[in-house]
């Protein structure tokens, strides 16, 4: 079990519901284990771990403390008339190394803990930068493809409404044609008048006096105009505008629908 664990399932049997303060903060200690050969969080320890490498550090600062009696002890032997006694003098000589090397080594250990918690707080910080980099990426991830479905959508209605205008436009110009074909085929082949070569004179004018008297004017209108310029009045201009019946030799009956 881990440490935090023990720690919430104490603090839960406590009047106050909670352990003191320290302990909650284990999680910002570390230990330095030999076998990972890296710190590790001691609130992440096994309970079992924790207690045998409490029992560890007690051990070693027994044998710490018995080192230290045993220079203490070389001291005053040294002190004491020893001097002359080579073998005693390296004997304290390597114990100082000894004390010096350990020495050393914890430094090299604090500095150790230091560059590791450099590095712990680069990496913290390196995984907030990468977090926000993912945020704005797929923010704006998001909005490419909200953009996107409306520029789609956008586009598949012009193009309907393109086709529809197509379609529109086909059958308009489809009616355009039937009735323009229509009026073709309605206008009466050849000339545009009904009777011609009418004469300008009393036997004409009776013949067209008699065609308006039956003639059907709901339905129909009739229309006379000169023909042929009188041969007197060749090259007077008169025909520049048409001549009038009185100014022809001859008559035209057009006749029309009425609209």
Known sequence: MKIHRVVQMLGATTSTGKLAEDM????HKDYYSKADDRYIPISHMDFQHMVRAFVKLTEQEGN??????????SHRAYKMGFERNGRHI???????????????????????????QVMWDNCEKLKEDLKKTDDIVEKNDRIYKKNLQKQEDNLLYLTSKIENMKAIIEEKEESAEYWKNTYYN??????????????NDTDGQEFV????????????????????????????GATYWGQTR????????????KK
Do not use: W
């Open 24 to 27: 909650y903060n284990l999680g």
């Open 64 to 73: 710490v403390k018995e080192l230290k009696q045993s220079l203490d002890s």
């Open 90 to 116: 390296e004997e304290v000589k390597k114990l100082e190394l000894e004390n010096q090397r350990l020495v050393q080594r914890k430094a090299n250990d604090i500095v150790s803990k230091e560059a590791y």
């Open 186 to 199: 309605s206008q009466p082949k050849g000339c545009g008048y009904v009777f011609s070569e009418i004469p």
């Open 209 to 236: 006096d008699k065609m308006k008297k039956y003639f059907n004017k709901i339905s129909y209108k009739m229309r006379v105009r000169g023909q042929h310029i009188k041969p007197e009045l060749k090259g007077t």
């Open 246 to 257: 009185d100014e022809s030799t001859h008559m035209r009956i057009y006749i029309d629908n």
